[in-house]
């Protein structure tokens, strides 16, 4: 990381919101990518590029960033193309052949798989592998961006800012609203309810008590969110199957 990049992160990429900012540094980024990249890809750089069945894109990262072919579209939002241009305004190199592809060369899984062991897709994984901080950076962004939205979603947005900012004062808890986010989403979608009840990043901040232990809290509020939506899940997914290991990830947000 050059030094132009550990001044940027120190002091350039702050959140804020009223009196309350948060500074991350090189090694804190570096940290939360390295777990998040235990939680989503098990630490192998192969699940760096996936095309998982039934999907007509490729996700891409620490953070399985979408990226559509030319002319395809789906409901989920398409990220990658926005990290690389993060990488840009962070003075990252990029493989050059990303900087004039704005669109995933491989129009199908079948396609991709062929061309998986091909130079272009190891330059790919590698670039992604070297650049694990600065997707954490990303990702801490979209999470900041994304806060309007959750806050307009409930009827008490200083609440939620409150619980938000109590947990975003430590580097471990800015890996657990991150993680979280990435993981079960921004928890303002209507379409994501069981009988009603969400099991995003509001969910979560909303059913948090407020001790001098925020990350207790969340984890807490987080197992709760979990187990209504396991239990308010149609059965025929049996989502209490899941259960335990939705525990074991949220558990290491107070590890």
Known sequence: MNAFVCIFLMCALSLSAGESEISISPQDAKTIAAKIYRNECSQNPKLLISWNDGEGFLSLGIGHFIWYSEGKREIFSERFPQFIAFCKEMRTSVPNWLEKEPACPWQSKAQFLDKASQPQVEGLRQFLLETQDIQALFMIRRLKQAMPSITAAHSNPQKILEQFWRVAASAQGLYALIDYVNFKGEGVNMLERYNGHGW?????????????????????AAKTVLSRRVANAPKERNEQRWLAGWFNRVDTYDA
């Open 200 to 220: 995003g990043l509001l969910q979560v901040l909303e059913s948090m008590d407020h001790t001098d232990k925020p990350l207790v809290d969340f984890v807490k």
